[in-house]
């Protein structure tokens, strides 16, 4: 099932690294993944899936719920928080289901050129996660080089938050020598 639930990843650059490089993730990291990529009717499938392997109660009763909620409205609702508070938050993070910290691998590193749906990036930090950190934390931190940079103020209007499953490999060679300028710019400002 997990390399099922690895081909909701959008990124085609992580999926075939992970299917590569296979990894273990437990049930509530497999959810996480489902319940951010999945269509509805593959989150209905892969959470009733899930709830057949776990052996955990807590995790089961919270799949069950999400079940009855996704069914109800799309997505898991109140009832999953309410019993995700119950049972799982005074863990500390995540504050809300399905945002387990999976501790994807992080493919690119600081310089490299990434594109996420069409608009292309340079990477300047890796993620770094820490005891606050959850799903949405697994992210590269980029700058668009869709337009000219030429102060403070265009340097963060062009930054952006950019997750491990988003990310596509990009070569700088693919560049136009507008992009190339821009990379320039933000290299020369974050000096």
């Known amino acids: 099932m997990i390399k099922e639930i690895i081909r909701c990843i959008p990124s085609e650059t992580m999926r075939a690294y992970l299917i590569e490089h296979p990894m273990e993730l437990s049930a509530l990291q497999q959810a996480t993944i489902v319940s951010e990529y999945a269509s509805k009717k593959q989150k209905l499938d892969f959470f009733e899936r899930l709830l057949e392997v776990t052996d955990i109660d807590r995790e089961h009763l919270l799949l069950e719920i999400a079940i009855k909620d996704i069914k109800k409205y799309g997505y898991p609702n109140k009832r999953t928080n309410k019993i995700y508070d119950k049972y799982f938050l005074q863990e500390g993070t995540p504050l809300f289901p399905f945002l387990e910290i999976c501790?994807?691998?992080?493919?690119?590193?600081?310089?490299?050129?990434?594109?996420?749906?069409?608009?292309?990036?340079?990477?300047?930090?890796?993620?770094?996660?820490?005891?606050?950190?959850?799903?949405?934390?697994?992210?590269?931190?980029?700058?668009?080089?869709?337009?000219?940079?030429?102060?403070e103020d265009d340097l963060f209007l062009a930054h952006a938050h950019i997750h491990v499953c988003l990310a596509e490999a990009m070569s700088f060679e693919e560049l136009s020598e507008e992009q190339k300028m821009v990379k320039e710019s933000i290299v020369h400002l974050l000096k």
């Open 103 to 151: 501790n994807l691998p992080v493919l690119f590193k600081k310089g490299d050129i990434i594109c996420d749906r069409g608009e292309v990036f340079y990477v300047t930090a890796v993620p770094k996660l820490n005891s606050n950190s959850d799903f949405t934390d697994e992210c590269y931190l980029c700058y668009s080089l869709a337009n000219k940079i030429e102060g």
